[in-house]
């Protein structure tokens, strides 16, 4: 498939010793891959501050573990910001943060890891087995963030929940609640989903001010 060298899902901007990391688009499709945004966050240096911002359905699993393991091992300071919705591998990408907040009217969601397979029954168990690993990998995280036990967890994930800000907070899964920025709307297709609220796919997201003296990086695809 042809893709766009400008049709990214996510940008890093850079100004003095802070840097900003924007996903607000799928995560691991469209061409790029987590290495090409890893690689492009150490040639950045030590940094004071690292934000992250967030408005995504989500999107490649194994992508978002390899950007959350990344930055925790970044070792600087990371405070994530969800302008809108999280949902899916993004969460993934969330909790890698110290600090995880969330604007009031955001949306939070998890579920089961799902992939589509073909072949004999051999093949069906093996990726099943990958996907019951998978998912203990993300109940992991979800376990160190939230204080929530495995078999909590695992039930939230099994019914698709969607959680507003209050709710996500109080199981856990952020920090702060932070009032709602100037917005522009932007819309997702959440078909693939089980159980999207009303009105979500049309979440409402921040355009932050890029500083007069910021570099911005964008990754070559």
């Given amino acids: 498939m042809s893709v766009s060298p400008m049709k990214t899902w996510y940008t ?35 940094l004071q501050r690292l934000d992250v911002r ?3 359905p989500g999107g490649d699993v194994y992508d978002a573990l390899a950007i959350h393991n990344a930055l925790q091992r970044y070792g600087g300071p990371i405070t994530v910001h969800i302008d809108g919705l999280c949902a899916s591998a993004a969460t993934v ?17 998890i579920h089961e890891p799902w992939t589509v397979t073909a072949g004999d029954a051999d093949d069906h168990q093996r990726r099943a087995d990958l996907l019951d690993k998978t998912a203990d990998q993300i109940v992991g995280i979800y376990a160190r963030k939230s204080g929530l036990d495995a078999p909590q967890i695992r039930e939230l994930m099994r019914a698709e929940t969607w959680m507003s800000a209050q709710q996500a907070f109080e199981q856990g899964f952020i920090d702060a609640i932070d009032e709602p920025l100037r917005i522009a709307a932007r ?33 070559e695809t």
Avoid: C
């Avoid at 688009?25 to 690689?39: F, N, P, R, T, Y």
């Avoid at 997702?188 to 890029?210: C, K, Y």
């Fill in 12 to 46: 890093i901007r850079a100004a003095r010793k802070t840097a900003e990391l924007r996903i607000y688009d799928e995560i691991g499709l469209w061409g790029v891959s987590a290495k090409q945004l890893l690689d492009e966050l150490t040639a950045l240096g030590d």
């Fill in 187 to 219: 819309v997702f297709d959440l078909s693939r989903f089980t159980h999207p609220p009303r009105g979500v796919s049309m979440a409402e997201v921040a355009d932050p001010a890029i500083p007069e003296d910021a570099v911005q990086a964008e990754p």
């Fill in 54 to 56: 967030i408005h995504s």
């Fill in 93 to 109: 990408v969330a909790l890698a943060g110290d600090e995880v907040r969330m604007v009031s009217n955001g949306q939070f969601m």
